[in-house]
């Protein structure tokens, strides 16, 4: 276990311990290890941090230049999917309709 009355450093005190378990100390939780544990995770986390700042930026300069001819394009895609969709459920209502015949012919004929 960690031990702060020995090191103020978190890599003397903890070097040898994982930081779940080094956070500890007689049940009391170890402000070193604890601190140390939170700067290096939000060391780990700041690239992606501003990674994820920089693809904010970059939205909104692409909307600025292309944002016109995009919203056309969007809406022409829209436009097509949805006449693939009608097209689909249409397909789907005649093959129903085409089977709902067939059995209603089929009963007729095997019925007489």
């Not at 016109?68 to 022409?76: L, N, S, T």
């Not at 009608?86 to 004929?109: D, F, P, V, Y």
């Amino acid at each position: 276990m960690c031990d702060t009355s020995k090191s103020d450093n978190h890599s003397e005190c903890c070097s040898d311990e994982k930081p779940e378990t080094c956070r500890m100390t007689e049940g009391i939780l170890n402000p070193v290890c604890f601190t140390e544990h939170k700067i290096e995770k939000l060391t780990q986390a700041f690239p992606h941090a501003v990674q994820g700042a920089m693809v904010d930026f970059l939205k909104e300069e692409i909307k600025k230049s292309w944002g016109p001819v995009m919203k056309k394009e969007a809406e022409a895609f829209v436009k097509a999917m949805s006449q693939q969709w009608q097209a689909a459920k249409q397909s789907s209502t005649s093959s129903h309709e085409l089977r709902e015949e067939l059995k209603k012919i089929m009963t007729e004929c095997c019925s007489k």
